[in-house]
């Protein structure tokens, strides 16, 4: 049972909360996590919506956490010592913590971000460059995986990080699950860019409904950046730029991640040789299906087939 616990700042962006606990707290997910809140001092907790919560947790809550996760807050000034303690000494003894948006400025202050990447909301990312001159902030991502140091970005980025959590955690067959349970969308990586000042595309735009059938139909085909644009009415050159636009990430990138997350299903679900996985999810070679591995998951397909395989 792995011990997912959010903690509470005042004032707290009550979306930011309900994403970690309807990833982790869902009556679905009981025999994996085990799900609370807590904050510095229990009882009513402000939101930034103009309603409070209850919290019964007080920061003892923190020392037999697996995973530590901080929401937004506003403003974002710095917590108490006591609260910074509680964080560090979480870090220190092996705990994973997680921000979502500007959860990202407790977790700096801290000084668990010193030395890494870190992201959160972009119109916040300078104030978080400017306070804590260590982080390296990337406001052009949805999130950053640093290892035991994980960031979001704003609103709906906070779950792409929290599906990667479960996809890290427990292989990318339950993250499909928790990610259809949310009507979430299709699995967005990391690396592709923040919407800035631009609507997400629609999902009957005709650049989400070629994504939707790519997604659908990788295991039984190659499908490749003409294909996409074919199915969306557009010329290659066209549907790159619109791409773009709408993702802030190019198709090819955009489709080397969803292989990537097809072959992680096969090794989970299949006892396909390597080299038909890699043939399955248009990866090709076993030599590329290894490489993107290495540089995406730091393991193997035959490490990841151990650690995830259903029925190992």
């Known amino acids: 049972m792995h011990r997912v616990v959010a903690l509470a700042l005042p004032e707290i962006v009550a979306f930011d909360l309900s994403i970690p606990a309807q990833v982790f707290g869902h009556v679905d997910e009981h025999d994996r996590y085990a799900f609370s809140v807590c904050t510095e001092h229990p009882g009513t907790v402000p939101t930034t919506t103009g309603f ?19 929401p937004g807050f506003m403003p974002t000034s710095e917590p108490s010592a006591s609260v910074l303690e509680a964080l560090a000494l979480a870090h220190a003894r092996g705990a994973r913590v997680a921000s ?28 978080l460059r400017s306070r804590f001159p260590a982080v390296e902030v990337r406001p052009e991502v949805l999130y950053v995986d640093a290892g035991q140091v994980l960031s979001s970005a ?22 499909a699950r928790v990610s259809r349970r949310m009507v979430a ?25 070629a994504c939707a059938w790519a997604a659908a139909e990788l295991g039984r085909r190659a499908i490749t950046v003409a294909d996409l644009a074919e199915r969306a009415g557009y010329s290659p050159r ?5 791409f773009h636009e709408e993702l802030g990430i190019s198709p090819s990138r955009w489709l080397a991640a969803q292989r990537v997350l097809e072959a992680r299903r096969l090794l989970e679900r299949t006892a396909l040789s390597i080299e038909e996985v890699a043939a399955c999810s248009g990866l090709g070679s076993p030599a590329n299906l290894r490489l993107h591995f290495a540089r995406e998951l730091s393991t193997t397909p035959t490490a990841y087939r151990q650690a995830f395989r259903a029925d190992s």
Request: proline fraction near 4%; charge should be negative.
């Open 52 to 70: 409070e919560i209850t919290i019964a947790h007080g920061l003892e809550a923190l020392r037999d956490a697996d995973t530590v996760v901080v």
């Open 100 to 127: 979502v948006c500007v959860g990202a400025f407790a977790v700096a202050a801290a000084g668990l971000m010193d030395g890494r990447a870190a992201t959160t909301h972009w119109e916040h990312a300078e104030a």
């Open 154 to 175: 704003g609103i709906s980025a906070g779950i792409d990080l929290c599906l990667h959590m479960v996809r890290a955690d427990f292989g990318a067959d339950a993250a």
């Open 185 to 209: 969308a299709l699995h967005r990586p990391g690396g592709q860019a923040q919407f800035i000042e631009r609507p997400l595309p629609t999902s009957g735009s005709p650049i989400s409904h």
């Open 238 to 242: 066209s549907f790159s730029r619109r």
